[in-house]
């Protein structure tokens, strides 16, 4: 049996009591603690909504990226100068689009492995 203060007169109680002795006040023991375990479980659940989320713009990032990267090198060729400057450009910011999807969904698949650990 432990000693607590009550939150409301502040008077040294039992933590086994549902009521403060004193002055009636409900105290917080471990009947009421299904609260936080709820709270707890809520948050898992919006965790698990976030990380899908990041895990679908990680691959729409990948597969984007690759797409842009893989479709601005074989019309390189067929242009002038000028343009190739800009399908290089173009290709520079689908590769660092695909290796930021990458790096996310290595983060997000961590994640969830650390989550489920
Ligand atoms: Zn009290």
Not at 31 to 50: H, N
Not at 78 to 85: A, I
Not at 93 to 116: E, M, Q, R, Y
Request: net charge positive; aromatic share 6%.
């Amino acid at each position: 049996m432990a000693l607590i203060n009550c939150p409301d007169c502040n008077k040294q109680i039992s933590d086994k009591i549902a009521n403060c002795i004193q002055c009636g006040c409900p105290i917080p023991t471990a009947k009421s603690k299904s609260t936080p375990t709820t709270e707890k479980e809520q948050t898992i659940q919006q965790t698990s909504k976030k990380l899908k989320m990041r895990m679908l713009i990680a691959v729409l990032l990948m597969i984007g990226g690759c797409a842009g990267s893989m479709g601005s090198v074989s019309l390189m060729g067929n242009s002038n100068g000028e343009l190739n400057m800009g399908i290089a450009y173009f290709s520079t910011i689908c590769s660092i689009a695909f290796v930021t999807g990458a790096v996310l969904w290595i983060v997000v698949k961590f994640k969830v492995w650390w989550h489920h650990k």
